[in-house]
């Protein structure tokens, strides 16, 4: 059983960054690929990032390409998501998902196993 939890979420301005955290505790946090996924009011969860267990390969959403960069430290059991250039429609709750059966992880949801408990970003213009 692996347990997420999620950091450094908080209220900027639009142009502004973040660096979110996931600490992951109770498994080997190197056999698993990661996700971030994110969940703006009234609306279903999307996909943000993903990161393979080696940390070699990412792929990112449309919405976020070059502006969002996910990384591992797989010594620190723990995933990062530091976000640039936030935008306003960037405000959401943002979670970070663990993965047993990939490589790098997929982009529905649905597929992780392991899910954090959200830390909020908040992007005023």
């Known amino acids: 059983q692996v347990q997420l939890v999620e950091s450094g979420g908080g209220l900027v301005q639009a142009g502004d960054s973040l660096r979110l955290s996931c600490a992951a505790s109770?498994?080997?946090?190197?056999?698993?690929?990661m996700g971030w996924f994110r969940q703006a009011p009234g609306k279903e969860r999307e996909f943000v990032a993903t990161?393979?267990?080696?940390?070699?390969?990412?792929y990112y959403a449309d919405s976020v390409k070059g502006r969002f960069t996910i990384s591992r430290d797989n010594a620190k059991s723990t995933v990062y998501l530091q976000m640039d250039s936030l935008k306003p429609e960037d405000t959401a709750v943002y979670y970070c998902?663990?993965?047993?059966?990939?490589?790098?992880?997929?982009?529905?949801?649905?597929?992780?196993?392991?899910w954090g408990q959200g830390t909020q970003v908040t992007v005023s213009s």
């Open positions: 998902a663990a993965a047993s059966r990939y490589d790098i992880g997929p982009v529905s949801a649905k597929e992780y196993e392991y």
């Open positions: 109770g498994g080997t946090f190197s056999l698993y690929a």
């Open positions: 990161i393979s267990w080696t940390g070699d390969s990412t």
